[in-house]
């Protein structure tokens, strides 16, 4: 059955990437991908046609879609809109919400051709390859009370720190399998000294794991595993943990890797229906210039062959054309350790499309 597949350009750098990731998917669709795809508006380019940063058109266009690819949102000529709720992120957010999107995938991985562009030592870095699963709809950025009121003559700021067992068991699953799939090694990150509603994650967790025996599960405390992160990443394969700390701790992996430009993301719901995204934002300070790095982009459409189009080998490809442009020393400029690029952003898709067909 032909699957829809929605492309959402967005704001500043995020036309252009989209441009060579939708070059990759037609070139999947002529070795009989049978998707259709579509496109639409949203976050500040939404907002300046419609008014609204999700219009509705889109958001339809989004629920009958199999799989979303994003570029970006957001921008500088946004930044001062008074009304929150058509801020360019507001079009992000409530893609997720509404499409009920709880579990992000965020590989980290190091390619062995950039490995002079992370700050930590070669040895420490080099082979890195951590998936990192992050809880994205509950936690702590949406537990209710939350606020800022005035308490014995002082304001005083609340948020709640809240997960269900169902919301936990449900990420864990996302995790259990996608360990069983790579090295079949979990480390689930809580504050289980401190926190209840982590007392009840690691519980959950190890509740789960007898339905998982090839699974080695572990636990580590959330600021021990920041540490461990720059001490000794490579011990780390796949890692689950809650919004907040995933949102740090996910960051952080992806720095271990020294380039913005090269790192995919997948967001699922339960249905295996998924918004695929680069990690870095919409980049205004090189829009329009043709000199920014469409791999991240290239690199999430792999990912949503795999997890949503059930298309591991056209995925593979992609990885694999990916690496050859960069043995072939192709490098926009933020993969590069002086900053001098060698190739423009529809260059590198030009490469990297040449490479996927010669796969
Ligand atoms: P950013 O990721 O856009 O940029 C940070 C730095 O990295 C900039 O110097 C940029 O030029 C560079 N960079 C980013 N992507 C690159 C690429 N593909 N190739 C080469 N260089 C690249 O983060 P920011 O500057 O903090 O945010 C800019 C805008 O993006 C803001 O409006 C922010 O809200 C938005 N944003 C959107 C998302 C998203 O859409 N998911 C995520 C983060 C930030």
């Known amino acids: ?76 000529k946004w930044d001062t809109l008074e009304d929150l709720s058509k801020r ?34 070669p040895e420490v870095v080099s082979g890195l390859d951590i998936m990192i699963v992050r809880e994205l709809t509950g936690g702590i950025y949406f537990g209710q009370p939350r606020g800022i009121e005035e308490r014995d003559g002082e304001r005083v700021g609340y948020n709640t720190y809240v997960y269900s067992e169902s919301e936990i068991e449900r990420i864990g699953r996302v995790a259990f399998e996608m360990a069983s799939k790579r090295s079949k090694k979990l480390c689930s990150v809580d504050k289980a000294n401190v926190l209840e509603v982590t007392i009840l ?90 000199i920014a790095n469409p791999l991240a ?10 997890y949503s189009l059930d298309a591991p080998a056209l995925a593979a490809r992609i990885e694999a054309a990916v690496g050859e442009v960069l043995d072939d020393g192709l490098r926009t400029a933020d993969i590069t350790a002086d900053g001098v690029m060698t190739v423009s952003t529809a260059a590198m898709g030009d490469a990297v499309l040449a490479a996927f067909e010669r796969q």
């Open 201 to 290: 994650w690691r519980e959950v967790m190890e509740r789960l794991a007898p339905e998982y025996p090839d699974v080695d599960l572990s636990h580590m405390y959330v600021d021990n595993a920041a540490m461990q992160l720059v001490r000794a990443p490579k011990q780390f394969d796949v890692m689950v943990t809650g919004n907040m700390f995933g949102d740090i701790l996910s960051d952080a992996a992806a720095m271990l890797t020294g380039s913005i430009g090269m790192l995919p993301s997948a967001s699922l719901n339960e249905s295996g229906q998924g918004m695929y995204e680069p990690c870095h934002g919409s980049a205004p300070d090189i829009a329009g210039q043709n």
């Open 88 to 121: 360019p992120e507001k079009g992000l957010l409530g893609l997720r919400k509404n499409l009920g999107l709880f579990g992000n995938l965020r590989p980290a991985i190091l390619y062995p051709q950039l490995a002079s562009a992370s700050s930590l030592k």
């Open 1 to 76: 059955m032909t699957q829809k597949i929605l492309v959402l350009p967005g704001d500043g750098i995020g036309p252009e990437i989209t441009a060579q990731a939708s070059r990759i998917l037609a070139a999947c669709q002529a070795r009989g991908l049978d998707v259709e795809v579509e496109e639409a508006l949203v976050g500040g380019a939404a907002y300046d046609a419609h008014g609204e940063p999700l219009p509705a058109e889109t958001l339809q266009k989004a629920k009958e879609a199999r799989a979303i690819l994003l570029g970006a949102v957001g921008g500088p």
């Open 297 to 306: 982009t290239i690199l999430s459409v792999a990912m949503m062959l795999r």
